[in-house]
């Protein structure tokens, strides 16, 4: 009879130009900004708020300080309206950024990303689909359901076109996107007018309108597959070797993928349910925090999820405040970037 043991723990080396400060010191660091981001965004807006009134309400709130001095707006603006916004922001951008830095590892591709390969246009026509057809009363079950069909069955599609190379999973990925965001607008225009506002939400993806209620289902499963994701840091590093050399050291390597990808589609989904489809985030974070830290999961997967954190944060901040007093939809600003990012990253990609 065989056993099976563990693989042994794979290293994959840092880069030359990889910055030196050691993990601690980056997760210190990147804690620091987030919180300063936080209040930073609580702060400001159409409505500035001081940074001690930000704090004193939510002390309040929590139950560390008393209420005196505390005006009725204030209140409303900071623990009401600005700062569950906020705090969405910051889940959906660690989300987001472990997805793309584990795609990335699986798929063996640098371009890979959610939003380009067809994940998140098809989780958002499955949530838009949802809610149009009458299922309002069972939204919080059916929406994020919804998401996370068309998100596993657009990958799927995805997958099968393109498995040969990397060219062809970038163009079958845009493709799929390209027909699932058409099908999203032809759902949405065909729609009754009352219903529309509600399906722009996920067409567009955003963060306004973010309530307390919003919070948990995201918290809870961005936490949850981060730390299933940090548990595959061996295997992660692994199937960056290439698969036989993944193999050699005990990874099943196509097994591991199924179970990542679906992973990923599953946190794509469940944020998309919830903010609608937010681009290039997957791309632009793990792609900046490798060139900082290095392709060693184990420094990469913390870092870029706090980093992801800080980085829509402030996206979502310029989004409110850009075009005062209207908002410009977070995947415009997120597009305006990632997509000269992208463009760099295809030029250099070995194909």
Known sequence: MTTRTAAPAVVVRARAGAFR?????????????????VAAAVSLGP????LDVVWHVIGHELGLADGAGII???????WGIRLPRVLLGAVTGAGLALVGAVLQAV???????????????????????????GLSPLAVVSVPAGAFTGAIAAFAVVLALGRASTVRLILAGVAVAALCEAVTQY???????????????????GLAGTEWGHLPVAVAVTAAAGV?????????????????????LGVDGERVRRHLIVGCALVTASLVSVTGGIGFVALIVPHTMRLLVGPDHRRLLPVAGLAGAVFLVWVDLA??????????PISVITALLGAPFFLYLLRRART
Request: charged fraction near 15%.
């Open 21 to 37: 400060l050691p993990l601690t010191g980056w997760l210190t660091l990147l804690t620091v900004a987030l919180l300063a981001s």
């Open 72 to 78: 009725g707006p204030d209140r409303a603006i900071v």
């Open 187 to 205: 759902v949405v225009l065909t729609t009754p007018d009352r219903d529309v506002r509600s399906a722009l939400h996920w067409t567009l993806g």
């Open 319 to 328: 989004a409110r405040t850009v075009n005062d007093p209207d908002e410009v």
């Open 107 to 133: 798929l063996r591709n640098p371009l890979a990303d959610p939003y380009l390969i067809g994940v998140t246009s098809g989780a958002s026509l499955g949530a838009v689909s949802v809610m149009l057809i």
């Open 228 to 248: 299933w994701f940090v548990t595959h840091i061996t295997r992660l590093n692994a199937l960056t070797l290439g698969d036989d050399t993944a193999a050699s």
């Open 47 to 50: 409505v500035a708020i001081p």
